[in-house]
């Protein structure tokens, strides 16, 4: 490992352990591994990504003159004789934080190098998150079917089709390809790859039990921007 | 303190945290569910989703344990992101304006 002088001394903490630790002339995130410091940093570009699309529809549609759709009536689904408002959003929201839950408890067993356990509960993951992935594909089949394009829709301002399918699709392709990620990581704790640093196919490297916390992260992060959409985009 | 491999906290921390997040979205739908309108249903919707994000990142992301280098490197850039919003409100305002001059 290229570290030097780790644990020997002691860290000051607050706002002097900020100064310490990145004037030190050594790595600036002590305790840390590379990859996960390298998946938040990502994981900060990418709330920037997200934040200008938000910031976009906030534009959009503060500066619209025409009636912006309900999006309570619009994403309503009509069950058992009664318009019931957002459901299937409420139920897509159910089951993502079902998935983040069960991500960080797998993350959790990852470390106890409880194999099994940890297996199961990233393929559950990976199971809620193609639960979501679908329903969302449900939802646009039906919003197309009722006329809503990136140009326009029957209730309103024609902006909504375009920030809906931007932001919904940009956040479906980030749980899309982590269910692909969540996957490969799978495998790779089933057949003890972290436990027997086995090398990667593709980076050739040897792994540990950190690699599945920093999936989570990734994990935790699409769960993350949802909140801000459920908020922002169907609840506003 | 004694060397711990990576990130071990009890079970029970994340099915309590899986549990609250549930209650505040069930709150959050209930919002709507009620048809709350103006500033109490504004200021409902950013008061949940702030406490999920908050419980989301400390809990599941662990940033609660983390050291403050990494905390203050990860979480104080967005929060510039404000200032952004609040150009762009100024913005939207003034495009609004121009539209419902000129063309209302």
Known sequence: MAETATGSMARPDGLQGI???WASDQRSFKNVPWGKAMMWIFLLSDTFIFS???LSYMTVRMSTTVPWPNPSEVFALHIGGQ???LILIAIMTFVLISSSGTMAMAVRFGYAHDRKKSTILILLTAMFGA???GMQAFEWTKLILEGVRPWGNPWGAPQFGSTFFMITGFHGTHVSIGV?????????????????ARRGFFTSRKGNYEIVETMGLYWHFVDLVWVFIFAFFYLW | MAHVEGQQHPISVYLWVWFLLFVFSTFSYLVDYFHLVGMLRWSLIVLFMIIKAGFIVAIFMHMAWERLALIYAILVPPALVLVFVGLMTLESDYTHFLRTTFFG
Do not use: E, H
């Not at chain 1, 692909?180 to 027997?196: C, E, M, N, Q, S």
């Open chain 1, 131 to 133: 639960t979501f992935v």
């Open chain 1, 180 to 196: 692909i990620f969540l996957l490969i990581v799978a495998r790779k704790v089933w057949r003890g790859d972290y436990d027997t």
């Open chain 1, 19 to 21: 100064v310490a630790d």
């Open chain 1, 52 to 54: 200008c699309f938000l």
């Open chain 1, 83 to 85: 318009d019931i408002p």
